[in-house]
């Protein structure tokens, strides 16, 4: 939760041959840095505040695919941007139009893909879902990379509690056909988009070169694996590089080990309840929430934004570099879900 006097939070992380940006803009219309690449960027928000946000983007002379969003009025929403420094990066296009960044150093190869919106929005949900998780394979194909490389994904999809069921068998199936058995992080989230299609996805793919880079899933030691009840996707992944570790934390909510959720109602209870959850899988791998890069707190009902403000002040969560976005949740008992992503240098 940002104060009354900050416009954005700015993390870098370094990887050694080079530094990753995460930038988490509140207020003010968002510039990015000179010298940096812009490797991807998010808008959340009512379209008014989508539309400034292109408009910014565009006057600064830059590429990167976007993905963007609504918010329910109430919830702030915002702009999130992820650059680069010290490696050039190669722009991967889709029917002319650019949907992502690869690039590598001496250890891994990396591509971020965004604004992935299915090109029919008149065919059905499962069908527009298929074809996105073709575009991603196509797209990562191009650059000698596959689905397996995936650590973390995101789907918003629009009117997601009438389709979610569809939307996970066809990611299922997606997978055992592909051979994935280290699932992603993930996040599927309710919200619409400008393209007005069943779904809008991003993802961010890392192929380790050497031993030296090593992805892995991390542990969530508060729930189980949300595969072991028919969903599939990994709590969180960790990849470990030589200079840097991050950690991609899932959209995260108030749910048990066996998978129920918990604190029905109460949605002060199950903020405090997910923030539980996450810390014991940040604590699993060595960090805490001071290590936050970048973040999204989802409300089904703008009006609880107000109780996880409450709850950032008595835990001293001030300088969180989150976003407060109004979404439908996956399932309607829930009423908040965070999502976010940790790193911490460890060479020197």
Known sequence: MPTQEQDKITRRISHGEWTESQTTFFRSPFVPEPKETVTHWDAFGVPDSIA??????????????????????????????????????????ANDRVIGQAFEDSHAKY????????????????????EVFLMIER??????????????????????????????????????????????????????????????????????KTAAVEVRRAESPLQHEAFAYGSAFSRAIGVVGPAARTLYISGTASIEPEGKTVHVGNPALQ??????????ILGASGMELGDTTRAVAYFRHPEHVALWREFCRKESHSRLPVLEVGCTICRDDLLFEIELDAARETAG
């Not at 591509?111 to 298929?130: F, N, R, V």
């Not at 903020?271 to 014991?280: F, N, P, Q």
């Open 111 to 130: 591509c971020l893909l965004g604004g992935l919106y299915p090109s029919d929005p008149t065919a059905s949900p499962s069908a527009q879902t298929e």
């Open 139 to 208: 797209a990562l194909a191009g650059v000698g990379m596959d689905f397996r490389h995936v650590v973390r994904t995101w789907f918003y999809n629009d009117h997601i509690l009438e389709w979610y069921a569809d939307f996970n068998r066809v990611r299922t199936r997606f997978f055992k056909e592909h051979g994935i058995t280290l699932m992603p992080a993930s996040t599927a989230i309710g919200a619409p988009n400008s393209a007005g299609t069943a779904l809008v996805a991003k993802i961010i793919a890392v192929l380790p």
């Open 52 to 93: 400034r946000a292109r408009r910014a983007f565009e006057s600064a002379g830059l590429s990167a695919s976007p993905t963007c969003v609504g918010s329910a009025a109430g919830a702030d929403g915002g702009v999130q941007l992820r650059s680069l420094s010290g490696l050039p990066a190669v722009p991967l296009f």
């Open 271 to 280: 903020i405090a309840k997910t923030m539980e959850v996450v810390a014991a």
